[in-house]
Structure formats: structure tokens, C-alpha cells
């Protein structure tokens, strides 16, 4: 092994005696794909060229979970990869975490990533280095930071977003010959990077084993092939777009600090589930516990579970879920529904549907998987338990689109909404993947609230590089 397991009290002590850059795995033994990526970090460790400035090490995050709160650790899913200062001054705060990258990756993209972060922090810095670990990069950062604002000569886009979408978009417009930049996010991958086998993406599908692919060897095959065809991947955050109407380049996008500027944008920045927000449910994601009846409700054919929730999705997934499934229960924690009337009377008149009203899960059974749930009664306060196989969620989603919050239109719970989907008086374009904002492009669960799939995100991603394409053309 060439990485060190850390304790708590070994993380404590370093950041009181060392001034090292480190990156941190958080990991568990419970987390399959934390298992799949420990030799690809081992073989990092071994192999990477900042031997003396990076140091390698993993920590369980079952304990330490307190490291969100006390450090600035954002960790949403697991494994979780962060480049780390430390100064010897006894504090930690999340001002020492320079990138951070969740998923699986490749031994290729984990170079890639710290190249990236050590030459942009210090140009002069070849990939050969054996410098002494004590340079302060941060001053160099932070002037390059102050000063930059990049400008291109080809006809440039950026993607935001990683996920089904922008990698699709991203294939397109590099083979379009468009300068194409995605920014990746803190979920590179995207919401695919979260669940194992996927069966329902075409292609993606061996013949042999008769088994799909698993969720990040699919994302991580669709940033190499974009990539191949001379995409960047940069793996940061986009904080907000400044539009200036009269500039020769149009968009410049806020990358905490640093400024680009770019002739389109699309963004394609997905939506994330709601979860319960019970303790410890973040072990069970994919193991008993889900988000999406349609990704995996093939998997419960003759099972008992539940669907939680009170609206239109919660009724159409526990009625999609009867098709395989035994028995479905539907746990609300009130009496009334939000669902619409017919969506509610469909689920009522279904055999196989029992709806379990007042109640409210506030924990889960089972070790590895799920095997039922614990439910406190909203009226009497009393707690039971049910046995189940599998529990799906099913109380919303929430775009990710704070960062155009009063730039862009978007409906009442936050999806942004393309010419395609507003009423005909109301367009302004006929690229139906356009923003109101000539330029800005929309693509994937970021705009889609009825199909959320990878392949959908995929083709609207296709579709909105296809549009950006054409439109840059008519600029010229
Ligand atoms: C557990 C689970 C299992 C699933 N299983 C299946 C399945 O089997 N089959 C299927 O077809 N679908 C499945 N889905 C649904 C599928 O994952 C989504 O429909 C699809 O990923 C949507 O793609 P997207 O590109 O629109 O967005 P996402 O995949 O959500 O990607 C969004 C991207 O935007 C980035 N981002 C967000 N904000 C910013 C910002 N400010 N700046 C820069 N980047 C940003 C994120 O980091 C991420 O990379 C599953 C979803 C989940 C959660």
C-alpha cells in the first residue's frame, strides 16, 4: 500500500505539524465502488510525478463524518478525492482544499487533474518537478487569479455540467471544431457517477455477460471520448454568468474568482434527487434505497417495497413499480396529497398499492441493504416498522441552476426552460434549445422534469450542441 489509512488523531496531527500538499480519499468499506477505485489510488500514489510535493492518504469516512462541519469537507457521495494544503499552524479550514472530485476515476484523469491545478498554479512548474515542497503556490494563484481573464481566437463554448448532457454536447461541438471547455462541477460524471449497473442506455451493454455498464466506467468513457476529440475538462464550479451584449465575446463565466470568456454557453448542470435526510442514508443509496423507479424498479420484480412521497411522481412511480414488484406501499405523512386527482385514483384503485398514511420513515433497517424501514406516526408519535426489500424516494428534485437565479426564466421550482418548451407567442428563437438569452443554450434534467434519464440528458445535450453549432455560424 502507498498511501497511509489516517486516524482522526493522525489528521490532527497534521495539520499541526505539516505544510504539505496531500490528497485525501474518504472511502468506506461498505462502498463498493471505494473498493473498485483503492488500486487505481494505490497506483497513483506510487507513480505520481510531485513525489515530493503530494503526499497520499485515505480516511474512513464512516468516522469522520463530522469533517463537513468541523473542516469544510463537502463530501455528497463516496469515494471523494481532495488536494489539500496544510500549513502546520493547527488550522483546517476548507480555504486549504484547492480541488475536490467525486466518483471513479481513471489513473489518467487523477494526473490529469493535478497537473491541471499545479500548472495553472505555477506556470514555471514542469511535470518533472522534484522541488521542495515549500513554494507557495497560493500567492501565485491567487496573483494569476486577480489578473486573469483569458480570451480566445476560435469561436468558443462552455459546457456546465458533466453529466449525460454535457458530455454529449461536448462530443458534438469539439467534432464541430468549436473550442469546448465543460466545466465539470463538484459531481464530475454527473448523477450516473452515483449508481452501479445501468441496463437501459443503449449500446452501453455486454452481449456476453449480458450485463450493462456501471454508472462511472460509462461517464468516464464519455469524457475520454470527448476529450479525444480535443474537449477540455476543467473540474470547478461555475458561480454565475456576466453577459455583455456589446463585447466581441459575449459571455464571461465567474469560475470562483478567475474569469473566461466565451461566444456560447450551455448549460447543462442536471438536477439532484431530494433525499429523506435521515441519518445514515447515504449507505444505502443503491442498496435497497432509490431515487428512480424507472432506472431500477427492474431489479424488485416479485419484492415488497415502498415509495415515499405525496405527489404526482410518488403516484406515478409506486404505480410503474406494481409492474414488478409484489406490493408497493405508499408512505405519506399526511392525509392529503398534492397529487392530482386522477394521478390518486389511479394509485388507490391498484391491488397492489397500500397506502400508509401518517407516517413519516426516520430510519432504516439493515446492515449492507435495506430490509424495512422504521416510521414514527405523525398524530401519536409512536414508532413501527415495516419490512421491506426496497425503498424508492420520491419527493423532488431540485435543479442546479442558482447560479442564473434571476438571469434566466425558470418555472416554479427552479427548471429553466428552453424555446421548445414555452408557448409559441412567448418564443423569441426557433433554436429550440435556446435560453431567452441568445447564446445561452439549455440541455438535460436541468430543463427536464418528465424523462430524467441518461439517455434523454444525452439527447438534449446532442441537441443543444447541434443548435450552438448553427447559431455561432449565423453570428458570422
Ligand atoms: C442513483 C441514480 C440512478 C440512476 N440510474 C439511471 C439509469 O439506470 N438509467 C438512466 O437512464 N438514468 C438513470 N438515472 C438518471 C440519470 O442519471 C440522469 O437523468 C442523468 O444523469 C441526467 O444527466 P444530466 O447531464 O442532465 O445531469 P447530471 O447527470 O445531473 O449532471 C449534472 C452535472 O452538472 C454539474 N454541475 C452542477 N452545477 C454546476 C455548476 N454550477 N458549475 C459546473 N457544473 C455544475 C455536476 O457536477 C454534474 O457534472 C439515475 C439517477 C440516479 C440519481
Known amino acids: 500500500m502507498n498511501y497511509n489509512t489516517l486516524e482522526d488523531k493522525d489528521f490532527i496531527n497534521l495539520i499541526s505539524t505539516s505544510s504539505d500538499y496531500y490528497v485525501i480519499m474518504f472511502g468506506a468499506s461498505w462502498c463498493g465502488p471505494c473498493q473498485i477505485m483503492k488500486p487505481v489510488y494505490d497506483e497513483l500514489a506510487t507513480s505520481h510525478k510531485y513525489q515530493k510535493l503530494v503526499k497520499f492518504v485515505y480516511l474512513d469516512r464512516d468516522t469522520t463524518r463530522h469533517y463537513n462541519q468541523d473542516y469544510g469537507f463537502e463530501i455528497p457521495t463516496i469515494p471523494r478525492f481532495f488536494l489539500v494544503k496544510f500549513e502546520a499552524n493547527g488550522i483546517f479550514s476548507h480555504f486549504n482544499i484547492k480541488i475536490s472530485f467525486g466518483g471513479s476515476q481513471s489513473l489518467d484523469s487523477f494526473n490529469q487533474k493535478l497537473d491541471d491545478y499545479f ?17 507557495d503556490f497560493s500567492e501565485i494563484t491567487n496573483t ?13 463554448v462552455a459546457i456546465i455540467g458533466s453529466g449525460p448532457s454535457g458530455l454529449t454536447a461536448a462530443i458534438y461541438t469539439a467534432r464541430a471544431e468549436l473550442e469546448t471547455t465543460i466545466y465539470t462541477g463538484l459531481e464530475p460524471g454527473g448523477q450516473l457517477t452515483t449508481t452501479t449497473e445501468i441496463e437501459n442506455f443503449p449500446g452501453a451493454w455486454d452481449a456476453t455477460t449480458k450485463a450493462g455498464m456501471m454508472g462511472p466506467d460509462l461517464m468516464q468513457l464519455m469524457q475520454k471520448q470527448a476529450e479525444h476529440f480535443g474537449a477540455k475538462s476543467v473540474l ?7 453577459i455583455d451584449d456589446k463585447a466581441e465575446t459575449k459571455f464571461t463565466l465567474d ?20 433525499y429523506l435526510g435521515i441519518a445514515g442514508e447515504e449507505k444505502f443509496v443503491g442498496k435497497g434505497y432509490h ?21 404526482d411522481s410518488a403516484m406515478e412511480e409506486a404505480n410503474f413499480l406494481t409492474k414488478f414488484a409484489e406490493k408497493v406501499y405508499l408512505i405519506h405523512r399526511r392525509e392529503e396529497f398534492r397529487a392530482s386527482k386522477i394521478m390518486l385514483e389511479r394509485a388507490r384503485e391498484n391491488p397492489k398499492i397500500e397506502f400508509v398514511l401518517n407516517k413519516a420513515p426516520i430510519d432504516f433497517m439493515g446492515d449492507e441493504e435495506v430490509t424495512g424501514l422504521v416510521l ?19 419527493i423532488g428534485h431540485i435543479p442546479n441552476t442558482g447560479f442564473v437565479k434571476g438571469q434566466l426564466s425558470m418555472d416554479e421550482t427552479g427548471y429553466l426552460i428552453p424555446q421548445a418548451k414555452r408557448p409559441p407567442e412567448e418564443r423569441t428563437s426557433h433554436y429550440g434549445t435556446m435560453s431567452e438569452i441568445p ?7 436541468v430543463e427536464d422534469k418528465t424523462y430524467r434519464q441518461a439517455i434523454t440528458a444525452a439527447g438534449g445535450g446532442c441537441k443543444a450542441a447541434m443548435d450552438t453549432e448553427k447559431w455561432l455560424a449565423d453570428q458570422e
Request: aromatic residues 6%.
Open 119 to 135: 500548472s495553472i498554479s505555477n506556470p514555471q512548474k514542469n511535470a518533472n518537478t522534484t522541488e521542495s515542497p515549500n513554494i
Open 144 to 156: 494569476l487569479t486577480n489578473m486573469n481573464t483569458i480570451t480566445h481566437k476560435k469561436p468558443t
Open 236 to 242: 470547478t464550479e461555475i458561480r454565475g454568468i456576466e
Open 255 to 274: 469560475i470562483g474568482g478567475k474569469k473566461e470568456k466565451f461566444d456560447a454557453v450551455i448549460i447543462a448542470s442536471g438536477a439532484s434527487a431530494k
Open 291 to 311: 431515487t428512480c423507479a424507472t432506472c431500477d424498479g427492474f431489479f424488485y420484480r416479485g419484492k415488497i417495497i415502498a415509495v415515499i412521497g405525496g405527489g
Open 376 to 394: 414514527k406516526d405523525s398524530i401519536t408519535s409512536q414508532t413501527s416498522e415495516l419490512n421491506l426489500d426496497g425503498v424508492f424516494v420520491a
Open 439 to 445: 447564446g445561452i443554450f439549455i440541455a438535460g434534467d
